[in-house]
């Protein structure tokens, strides 16, 4: 390499929602790890909290549930999570909304999130 040579970056921004298909990177950091901080049930679903943390927009992430659906409470009932204030609902690969008989117990599950589209998939099994 030749003295004074200067490398020029460019880096390129897409917004998915104008492009409509593009490449994404994800999880170039490794997958991140959250625990829950509690669990809430209402009449209308159950909501696993998990702390405050910064994660690509696009990607996967362990979830390690530590807070189990409290006994009694309607298996009917969809999940969802809550990640730094914003409550989505968790579904499976085909779309239906994953239910409190679905998550038993504590345990660890693996999860795709798309936040441009408002995807939040369960991509691990769930074991009784």
Not at 24 to 29: L, Q
């Amino acid at each position: 390499m030749a003295a004074g040579t200067v490398f020029i970056t460019t880096v390129f921004h897409f917004n998915s929602k104008i492009m409509g298909c593009f490449n994404v990177t994800t999880n170039v950091n490794g997958v991140p790890y959250l625990s829950t901080t509690n669990v809430t049930v209402t009449d209308t679903a159950v909501d696993f909290a998990l702390g405050f943390r910064r994660i690509q927009p696009v990607g996967y992430f362990t979830v390690r549930i530590e807070n189990a659906i409290p006994e009694g409470t309607t298996g009917t009932l969809p999940v969802s999570v809550t990640l730094n204030g914003t409550s989505r609902p968790l579904t499976f690969f085909n779309g239906t909304p994953v239910t409190a008989a679905d998550i038993t117990g504590t345990g660890i599950i693996t999860v795709f999130n798309d936040r441009f589209n408002g995807i939040l998939q369960i991509t691990s099994a769930l074991a009784a």
